[in-house]
């Protein structure tokens, strides 16, 4: 079955540099997360689109934006990058009412900032 | 506010010990889903189970078992007869409804389980 892609699977950038994640949600689920994991740390929620609207917003720098397009993948734009912006990045997606809304994660992206 | 507690923080066991990985959570909504989510040191987050609000039945799969209380709130993970390859960190989540129909998803903190050979 299609999971949820993201891509790159690994980047490293230097300070001040910009930063764009990718991630192609499991088809017809109509809600993607995005969601940081700094090392040692639990999931922290940044964003999240459902129908390609932001709906709601969590802990997300104003340094970082991101979008939801019409083919439903969205990408996390993260810029003037930070060495604390180093961490592993989920993508994630849902489909409201099925399979118990259950939120299915991308493998993550590791971004290391040097 | 949603609110998910795992206090057990690390857990190390011999292997085929059993062990149980305790969560709390804290919810107004009277409409929600429980996770359990393994994260193995490769780093990717698999979906475990997940257990609605209505739904106290306990649930085993094959070595996994779950203990859904509402009463105290608890979600409970049980690995019987552990083995090297649980060593993992987990998380347990609660999601709730929210505006326009999508969900908000806490994470607990997580309990990271070291089994000894």
């Known amino acids: 079955a299609a999971g949820v892609i993201q891509s790159p699977r690994h980047l490293i950038k230097e300070k001040r540099e910009t930063a764009t994640l990718k991630c192609y949600p499991i088809p017809r689920h109509d809600t993607v997360y995005w969601y940081q994991q700094g090392p040692g740390q639990d999931p922290q929620f940044l964003i999240s689109?459902?129908?390609?609207?932001?709906?709601d917003k969590g802990s997300i720098p104003d340094r970082f934006s991101a979008q939801q397009f019409s083919d439903y993948h969205s990408e996390l734009n993260m810029s003037s990058l930070e060495l604390g912006d180093s961490a592993l990045y989920f993508c994630?997606?849902?489909?409201?009412?099925?399979?118990?809304?259950?939120?299915?994660f991308g493998e993550g992206s590791w971004l290391t900032v040097v | 506010a949603q609110k998910v507690t795992q206090a057990q923080t690390e857990i190390s066991v011999v292997e085929k010990e059993d062990v149980t990985l305790d969560c709390v959570y804290e919810t107004r909504d009277t409409t929600y889903y429980l996770f359990w989510y393994k994260q193995p040191p490769s780093g990717e987050l698999v979906f475990l189970i997940r257990r609605n609000s209505f739904d106290e039945q306990n649930e085993i799969s094959g070595r996994y078992s779950w203990n859904f209380q509402k009463s105290t709130s608890s979600f409970n993970f049980t690995i019987t007869a552990s083995q090297v390859v649980d060593s993992a960190v987990y998380f347990c989540?609660?999601?709730?409804?929210?505006?326009?129909?999508?969900?908000?998803?806490?994470f607990g903190t997580g309990t990271k389980l070291q089994v000894i050979p």
């Open positions: 689109f459902y129908e390609k609207m932001q709906s």
């Open positions: 989540a609660l999601s709730e409804a929210g505006s326009g129909g999508y969900q908000k998803v806490t």
């Open positions: 994630a997606s849902s489909r409201t009412g099925s399979e118990g809304n259950t939120i299915y």
